[in-house]
């Protein structure tokens, strides 16, 4: 195996790894040539890469969720690093290569996760936001602790959402003893419920997509429907229900970015800019971990396509 991943790889560095395909892209070249662009991942992180000049079967073997070894340069293209491959080929079983050791995944376990998010629902004074969220959390547990956050930008890795969700409740937490004032059964619910529809949304752990109920409904109106059955099923009747309903409606904060309602209540507010403020901070630190000190990073799309730079004093 590889002893760094493909993240610490710079521009200009042969890499000889085994790696595993979260996509493969057909295209046709200038040349009227098909190619294939492959993102390929390890532990650390993904990089792109093209395949030139390929058959049918070299598009067969080199789909979504195979695992290859592979040799190569890191280039600079556009500004961004891009894998050349100088050789290419499934693996077998004479190779020693766990998928496991390939896929990236969240720091924390998902039992420590588990523990917390249980720990911050057992604090909840209030019966029925207390119910509700432990109700949806208990029917989707298993897929809530492994599903990335997203397909890219933020959190795209397993147990992302899981891992977003803890990280969103400590900083809940925190906000919350300065701002006493703030309902923090609501704040707390809100932030384990939010992004909760994205087990439905998408596709699951490895090579995510979006599922149909993904394409046509979206997470946010997926998981409104969730309350509302919840509700049902439990037999509660209250204002909270509809106002856990607007947090999850409103936690895009804007219509632009795909938000039904702007927020119109306190936490809903609060929930907005801490789902921002830890989504930006995933992505600016997998953007600066390839960077050294004095240099910049690739542009990240999602932060309006900002360089980030590392200052020399940081290491």
Known sequence: MMEKGIVHYGVGESIDAYMFIKSSVKGIASNGKPFLTLYLCDKTGEIEAKLWDISDEDEKNYSPESTVKLSGEV??????????????????????????????????????????????????????????????????????????????????????????????????????????????????AGVILHDLGKVIELSGPISTSYTIEGNLLGHITIMVNEIGKAADELGIQGEEIMVLQHLVLSHHGKAEWGSPKPPMIREAEVLHYIDNLDAKINMLDRALERVKPGEFSERVFALENRSFYKPMFQK
């Open 75 to 188: 280039q600079n293209y556009r500004g961004r690093s891009q894998l050349k491959i100088r050789n290419i080929r499934l693996t077998n079983e004479n190779d020693s290569v766990n998928l496991s050791e390939l896929i990236p995944t969240a720091p924390i376990s998902q039992d420590i996760m588990a523990d917390k998010i249980t720990q911050y629902i057992f604090e909840m004074r209030n019966p029925n936001i207390q119910r509700v969220t432990r109700h949806l959390l208990k029917k989707h547990y298993q897929d809530f602790l492994t599903y990335p956050a997203a397909t890219k930008n933020h959190h795209e890795f397993m147990s992302g959402l899981a891992y977003h969700v803890v990280s969103m409740l400590d900083l809940a937490k925190g906000i919350a003893a300065l701002y006493p004032n703030l309902d923090k059964d609501l704040l707390f």
